[in-house]
């Protein structure tokens, strides 16, 4: 499977740049959901990440790149 490493905007991971797998369209998922365990032993907290284009650095940037934006609501 391919990869593409990508910028992760606001929240928690505000800064990170991850590897995301690719669909067989070339584009990373949608959404990107990450658990985060309770420290108290409860039901984990779901981050809801969605991706957004990513502002273009120059005048000839080649392909669709992406970036996932923090959804503080987390819903579909």
Do not use: C, N
Not at 27 to 51: C, I, Q, S
Request: avoid cysteine.
């Amino acid at each position: 499977m391919k990869s593409e490493d990508t910028p992760f905007v606001g929240g928690p991971l505000d800064g990170r740049v991850l590897p995301v797998l690719l669909g067989i369209t070339g584009h990373p998922p949608k959404t990107y959901r990450v658990p985060v365990p309770d420290a108290a032993g409860g039901p984990p907290t779901v981050l809801v990440y969605r991706r957004a284009p990513r502002p273009h650095g120059g005048r000839f940037a080649l392909g669709h790149k992406w970036q996932y934006e923090f959804d503080p609501e987390g819903h579909e």
